[in-house]
């Protein structure tokens, strides 16, 4: 069965700390990895997506994330962090069913 | 280009009540997908419409859910009689036919007492 897992459920930090959100999936086939973020009152954003290529993938507002396909993971990374950047994070995988396989989701607070 | 509108934003009623969510997706955006998320858990996939067909609704947790595309346009979400366990905030999300990226609306958080 299709699962994505994040293990960090809060985290907070300070201004210019460095972050690594962990994301786990499972699924035996070809994968295509996301990473949404929804800040507060807003709408789930696309940061940045995984099909193939490069494993190590840049997105928005200064977040990457690596693909290492040996630990099925996706972590998320931004080496400093801002006030801006609290909001909820979610890693999501899509198989090609048109469904989106959801973690549970990571909050993040920056504290300024 | 206007995203995806989800009304109302929030509801609040009780149990065995009925509870209507509409999703208007993108304009053009042949795909809706109705998500959901209960408190601490992820987000969870519900159903798919392709224009106003069901393709997909393996996700539906039973009967008591109904969701409609009339047109192919907007979509309506009812839930009849509502229980304490169907409290989550309810995501609609939209994309082009063949494409991956799904366009996510606001949630609607349903409470139910």
């Known amino acids: 069965a299709q699962s994505v897992s994040q293990h960090n459920h809060h985290v907070i930090l300070s201004e210019a700390a460095s972050l690594e959100l962990g994301c786990n999936y499972s699924y035996g086939g070809t994968v295509n990895l996301f990473w949404y973020v929804q800040y507060p009152g807003q709408h789930l954003q696309l940061l940045l997506k995984y099909f193939s290529g490069d494993p190590l993938v840049k997105g928005i507002k200064g977040f990457e994330a690596e693909f290492i396909k040996s630990k099925f993971s996706f972590n998320l990374r931004k080496p400093s962090v801002q006030w801006s950047d609290t909001a909820e994070y979610f890693c999501?995988?899509?198989?090609?069913?048109?469904?989106?396989?959801f973690g549970t989701g990571t909050r993040l607070k920056v504290l300024a | 280009e206007a995203g995806v509108t989800q009304f109302p934003s929030h509801s609040v009623i009780e149990k065995g009540q009925t509870v209507t969510l509409r999703c208007d997706p993108i304009?053009?955006?042949?795909?809706l997908y109705w998500y959901r998320r209960v408190m601490g858990k992820e987000i969870k996939f519900l159903l798919h419409f392709v224009k106003e067909s069901k393709q997909d609704e393996s996700g539906m947790p039973n009967n008591r859910f109904l969701a409609e595309r009339t047109g192919g346009t907007y979509s309506t979400l009812k839930v009849q009689p509502a229980e304490l366990e169907d409290s989550g905030v309810y995501f609609c999300?939209?994309?082009?036919?063949?494409?991956?990226?799904?366009?996510f609306g606001p949630g609607t958080r349903l409470t139910v007492t």
């Open positions: 999501a995988l899509y198989s090609g069913t048109y469904k989106y396989i």
């Open positions: 999300a939209s994309s082009q036919q063949g494409l991956w990226e799904q366009y």
């Open positions: 304009s053009g955006h042949d795909n």
